[in-house]
């Protein structure tokens, strides 16, 4: 298409290029498992380590809940010398028979092509299981370079290969074979989609591999590695069995090793299968001398999926375990005493290990991060109250010391919180606080919060939608420096970097103090946008750069600010972005009646009753804790100077080298 001369362009009379060019040939229809290879990250969070060590959660989820379901016993797990990672049980295996809507192909072809395929929509097939959307062993096809399936059904042996999640042919008949049933699946990840150096942990893998033997008691899970890949790791055999009859209680008292324990038992137990309530098992200990390079842990289960970021479940437990304190304060006559102790009190110095099935589940994002049924906090408080009300009466002792010991963890928390006070009613005095932060009542740093917002008018917003009792908000103008590309002398001389530090009540570098925070924890809320996110990035690497205790610690966060608001009738969701729009979309509004979809163009935008409710209140909230990963902190070391310091040759090499895994940013 011939250029418009220089006269038209400036006259406004010539129309641009995007605009003589956009037409119907230019809308593209991505089909099969193309959005997959397109946007891994939407699937499975990414193309780093962690994402692909989900690829083999989402295939071993597939032999375990064959196991749950009563009909696998065994489950083998094989990486060899090539890469390649094999999972394979004795179940019933994927079914090979013509499916009745796509006629030409088998239910294994479509199961492994298709996106949202399976059996797990409903509840015929699987009771409880750890897969929702249909897309797990399809996903995995397609960000492999090479998948093999192997089935063993009805005494007959069937294979069939894929390459990029396209089918090498149809499905093979191999042969008569009579002691062997179930399903091996056997996949290289692609390098073009996670990079030449990322390669599975044999580490990892071992780990995530014993965790689920501890979830199911009486799944026998193999494992084997190629000798070589372990041979400079003392602690990861080549290959071992996995077997722990009593399940999560197996994996504590592991865990626990020599540790001196507040009770001489460990409070356990398992609620029997109901069908539509759920299923229930947990372990719990208290130890003083911590849990390694935590005082406490909380580790959490759906359907043997693990929920790093906890959820409802979790906190039905801390729930039952503190009313049951409180109440056998009460039969014991420390009521008194125990009128203080709070459920944070309680989980001190806790070792707790809680994994539920669920019939229908609801995860947050497709990595199953975290679980968020409402239902799941009442199913695990039911189920855990009562064993521990009868676990304290019928061991008085235990009982009495474990009281007397959170008693404790009370009152030391108390005298902080008093020293605190006198601390920080001193520091207020000495400060002048920025004008434009608009701080909270309570005098005390705990659970207190101080929201950094992306300008004035989201800071507008927030001031009215905040809980002025514990929640202040520090708008701020613009972007702030980019810390990586300056000098110490620029950084120390900006006002935004200056007002917020002030704010908190710290130094920076050498002079930050994490004992001077004005606040329990630090959150940055920005737009959910190309610039809130390049907003987010600055501030966290200046708190990567100048505070880094305050991640250390778990004290940083981010806000998730929804993208969408969907409306039909008189019920209205919010949506994080477009894969969680579009699957509100198909599972929650299927009634009569037009379905409104607003999007928000920031959060100054968003009533502060709208603010509130899916940003601030801690009840409805969901919150991203920055962490670093100390495996690799190498690499995160040199990301963060690839990406934000002053060598724009490095960027440059950088997006060479990862453009083809950049997603649509056009928000």
Same mark, same amino acid.
């Given at each position: 298409?011939?250029?418009?001369?220089?006269?038209?362009?400036?006259s406004?009379s010539?129309?641009?290029?995007?605009?003589?060019?956009?037409?119907a040939?230019?809308?593209?229809?991505?089909e099969g498992?193309?959005?997959?290879?397109?946007?891994?990250?939407?699937?499975?969070g990414g193309?780093?380590?962690?994402?692909?060590?989900?690829?083999?959660?989402?295939?071993i989820?597939?032999?375990?809940?064959?196991?749950?379901?009563?009909?696998?016993?065994?489950?083998?797990?094989?990486?060899?010398?090539?890469?390649?990672?094999?999972?394979?049980?004795?179940g019933r295996?994927?079914?090979?028979?013509?499916?009745p809507?796509?006629?030409?192909?088998s239910?294994?072809?479509?199961?492994?092509?298709?996106l949202?395929?399976?059996?797990?929509?409903?509840?015929?097939?699987?009771?409880?299981?750890? #897969?929702?959307? #249909?897309?797990?062993?399809?996903?995995?096809?397609?960000?492999?370079?090479?998948?093999?399936?192997?089935?063993?059904?009805?005494?007959?042996?069937?294979?069939?290969?894929?390459?990029?999640?396209?089918?090498?042919?149809?499905?093979?008949?191999?042969?008569?074979?009579?002691?062997?049933?179930?399903?091996?699946?056997s996949?290289?990840?692609?390098?073009?989609?996670?990079?030449?150096?990322?390669?599975?942990?044999p580490?990892?893998?071992?780990?995530?591999?014993?965790?689920?033997?501890?979830?199911?008691?009486?799944?026998?899970?193999r494992?084997?590695?190629?000798?070589?890949?372990?041979?400079?790791?003392?602690?990861?055999?080549?290959e071992?069995?996995?077997?722990?009859?009593?399940?999560?209680?197996?994996?504590?008292?592991?865990?626990l090793?020599?540790?001196?324990?507040?009770?001489?038992?460990?409070?356990?137990?398992?609620?029997?299968?109901?069908?539509?309530?759920?299923?229930?098992?947990w372990?719990?200990?208290?130890?003083?001398?911590?849990?390694?390079?935590?005082?406490?842990?909380?580790?959490?289960?759906?359907?043997?999926?693990?929920?790093?970021? #906890?959820?409802?479940?979790?906190?039905?437990?801390?729930?039952?375990?503190?009313?049951?304190?409180?109440?056998?304060?009460?039969?014991?006559?420390?009521?008194k005493?125990?009128?203080?102790?709070?459920?944070?009190?309680?989980?001190?110095?806790?070792?707790?290990?809680?994994s539920?099935?669920?019939?229908?589940?609801?995860?947050?994002?497709?990595?199953?991060?975290?679980?968020?049924?409402?239902?799941?906090?009442?199913?695990?408080?039911?189920?855990?109250?009562?064993?521990?009300d009868?676990?304290?009466?019928?061991?008085?002792?235990?009982?009495?010391?474990?009281?007397?010991?959170?008693?404790e963890?009370a009152?030391?928390r108390?005298?902080?919180?008093?020293?605190?006070?006198v601390?920080?009613?001193?520091?207020?005095?000495?400060?002048?606080?920025?004008?434009?932060?608009?701080?909270?009542?309570?005098?005390?740093?705990?659970d207190?919060?101080?929201?950094?917002?992306?300008?004035e008018?989201?800071? #507008?917003?927030?001031?009215?939608?905040?809980?002025?009792?514990?929640?202040?908000?520090?708008?701020?103008?613009?972007?702030?420096l980019?810390?990586?590309?300056?000098?110490?002398?620029?950084?120390q001389?900006?006002?935004?970097?200056?007002?917020?530090?002030?704010?908190?009540?710290?130094?920076?570098?050498?002079?930050?103090?994490?004992?001077?925070?004005?606040?329990?924890?630090?959150?940055?809320?920005?737009?959910?946008?190309?610039?809130?996110?390049?907003?987010?990035?600055?501030?966290?690497?200046?708190?990567?750069?100048?505070?880094?205790?305050?991640?250390?610690?778990?004290?940083?966060?981010?806000?998730?600010?929804?993208?969408?608001?969907?409306?039909q009738?008189?019920?209205?969701?919010?949506?994080?972005?477009?894969?969680?729009?579009?699957?509100?979309?198909?599972?929650?509004?299927?009634?009569r009646g037009?379905?409104?979809?607003?999007?928000?163009k920031?959060?100054?935008?968003?009533?502060?009753?709208?603010?509130?409710?899916?940003?601030?209140?801690?009840?409805?909230?969901?919150?991203?804790?920055?962490?670093?990963d100390?495996?690799?902190?190498p690499?995160?070391?040199?990301?963060?100077?690839?990406?934000?310091?002053?060598?724009?040759?490095?960027?440059?090499?950088?997006?060479?080298?990862?453009?083809?895994?950049?997603?649509?940013?056009?928000?």
């Open positions: 298409m011939a250029k418009a001369n220089q006269n038209e362009l400036f406004g010539a129309k641009t290029n995007a605009e003589k060019d956009y037409s040939k230019d809308i593209q229809v991505l498992l193309e959005p997959v290879r397109l946007r891994p990250g939407m699937y499975i193309t780093d380590a962690r994402a692909l060590h989900h690829l083999f959660a989402e295939v989820d597939n032999s375990m809940d064959e196991a749950v379901a009563g009909h696998a016993t065994r489950i083998e797990v094989e990486l060899d010398n090539g890469g390649y990672l094999s999972v394979s049980d004795n295996g994927i079914p090979i028979d013509p499916h809507k796509f006629k030409t192909k239910a294994l072809e479509v199961i492994m092509t298709e949202h395929s399976g059996g797990k929509f409903d509840s015929s097939a699987y009771e409880t299981s750890g #897969g929702l959307h #249909g897309v797990g062993v399809s996903v995995v096809n397609a960000l492999s370079d090479h998948l093999i399936v192997e089935v063993a059904r009805g005494k007959k042996l069937y294979r069939q290969s894929f390459k990029r999640g396209k089918p090498i042919g149809a499905l093979e008949k191999l042969g008569d074979i009579a002691n062997r049933r179930g399903t091996k699946i996949f290289h990840p692609d390098e073009q989609i996670f990079g030449a150096k990322t390669h599975f942990s580490a990892r893998l071992f780990r995530m591999a014993r965790a689920k033997a501890y979830l199911q008691p009486g799944v026998e899970i494992w084997k590695c190629a000798p070589e890949l372990v041979a400079n790791l003392e602690t990861i055999p080549a071992a069995v996995f077997l722990f009859p009593g399940g999560l209680a197996d994996f504590l008292e592991e865990t090793g020599n540790k001196v324990t507040v009770t001489s038992e460990t409070f356990k137990g398992r609620s029997k299968s109901d069908a539509g309530h759920g299923r229930v098992e372990a719990v200990s208290w130890s003083p001398q911590g849990f390694g390079d935590a005082d406490s842990f909380v580790r959490s289960y759906c359907n043997t999926v693990p929920t790093l970021s #906890g959820g409802t479940h979790e906190a039905g437990l801390r729930a039952a375990l503190t009313k049951g304190l409180r109440a056998y304060a009460d039969i014991s006559g420390m009521s005493k125990a009128a203080n102790i709070t459920p944070d009190d309680v989980m001190n110095s806790t070792g707790a290990l809680i539920v099935f669920l019939s229908n589940p609801e995860f947050q994002g497709q990595t199953k991060d975290r679980l968020s049924n409402t239902e799941a906090a009442r199913i695990v408080e039911n189920a855990v109250r009562d064993p521990f009868h676990w304290l009466v019928g061991s008085p002792k235990d009982a009495t010391k474990l009281l007397e010991y959170v008693i963890q009152n030391d108390m005298r902080r919180r008093k020293a605190r006070d601390k920080r009613k001193a520091a207020t005095r000495k400060l002048r606080l920025p004008g434009k932060l608009a701080d909270c009542s309570n005098k005390s740093a705990e207190t919060e101080i929201f950094i917002v992306e300008g008018s989201a800071g #507008g917003s927030a001031k009215q939608a905040r809980n002025r009792k514990t929640q202040a908000i520090l708008p701020l103008k613009g972007k702030i980019n810390v990586e590309s300056a000098s110490l002398a620029k950084i001389a900006n006002k935004e970097i200056n007002d917020l530090a002030t704010a908190l009540g710290v130094g920076i570098g050498k002079k930050f103090n994490p004992d001077d925070l004005r606040y329990e924890r630090v959150i940055i809320m920005t737009d959910a946008d190309v610039d809130g996110a390049h907003i987010a990035a600055l501030l966290i690497t200046f708190f990567y750069r100048y505070m880094p205790t305050l991640i250390d610690e778990g004290r940083l966060y981010m806000a998730m600010p929804p993208l969408f608001r969907i409306s009738g008189g019920k209205s969701m919010y949506a994080n972005d477009e894969a969680h729009k579009d699957r509100l979309i198909e599972t929650e509004f299927k009634g037009k379905i409104e979809i607003g999007r928000f920031g959060l100054g935008e968003m009533m502060p009753a709208q603010l509130k409710v899916t940003t601030m209140d801690a009840e409805t909230r969901t919150l991203a804790r920055i962490t670093l100390p495996e690799n902190l690499s995160t070391e040199a990301l963060v100077e690839t990406l934000m310091g002053k060598s724009a040759d490095l960027r440059y090499q950088y997006i060479q080298d990862n453009a083809r895994f950049v997603e649509d940013l056009n928000l």
